[in-house]
């Protein structure tokens, strides 16, 4: 076997999840800079997650639907422009020379 192929930090470590505040001890080599105080008494090190299997749609089945910047009404207004332009020329007949 390999030497020295493990990392030697390898210690204790929270990760929370910042969306919906649920958190886990296990053992974790990642850098961190925060720690915090667990269920326990002791203070650990903190990771924060964007997410995590206890939010993520994959594992909880709850779809979320986020509309950043208005896209949804963006696509919405050229859909309804598309259509409206289809209408006309189909209305319209076009001129023979």
Known sequence: MKTDSHP??????VFRDTSNSEAFLTRSCVATKETTTWEDGKVYPLHLMGISSTSHPFFTGHQKFVDTAGRVDRYQQRLAKTQAMQATRATVKPKRK
């Open 8 to 13: 030697k930090e390898y210690r204790p470590v």
